[in-house]
């Protein structure tokens, strides 16, 4: 399993930004940056998800596997999402069954990529 969680690290989530403080996305980024990563997730920031309306945004993606875009996401939310990844990662399409999922990722899903082709 090789599953990359990355994280829009300029995401403000609709916050007034204020000067020396970190915006919505790097606290978030921060949060999950503490917390154990289960094996083969890799935690990447990134600049921008152009999800600036549902800020903070993640993505899951690897290779072979459809890609998820989730929104409104917060610094308690980190040990879902870590645990969302490591179950995006036990598939071999992404697609895990909706039962499964945790709430937050049932219900603020921004879009799905379907995985890459060969050509």
């Not at 996305?25 to 083969?40: F, M, Q």
């Amino acid at each position: 399993m090789s599953v990359t969680l990355n994280v829009c690290i300029t995401c403000r989530a609709g916050e007034v930004q204020v000067e020396g403080q970190p915006c919505a996305g790097r606290r978030l980024h921060d949060a999950l940056s503490r917390e154990a990563c289960p094996a083969g997730v890799q935690v990447v920031p990134v600049e921008c998800l152009s999800a600036c309306p549902r800020g903070a945004a993640v993505a899951f993606s690897s290779p072979g596997r459809w890609t998820y875009v989730y929104g409104d996401m917060g610094e308690m939310d980190a040990p879902v999402l870590l645990a969302a990844a490591a179950a995006y990662g036990r598939t071999a399409d992404g697609l895990v069954p909706w039962r499964e999922r945790a709430e937050i990722i049932r219900k603020r899903s921004i879009a799905r990529v379907p995985p890459l082709k060969d050509f």
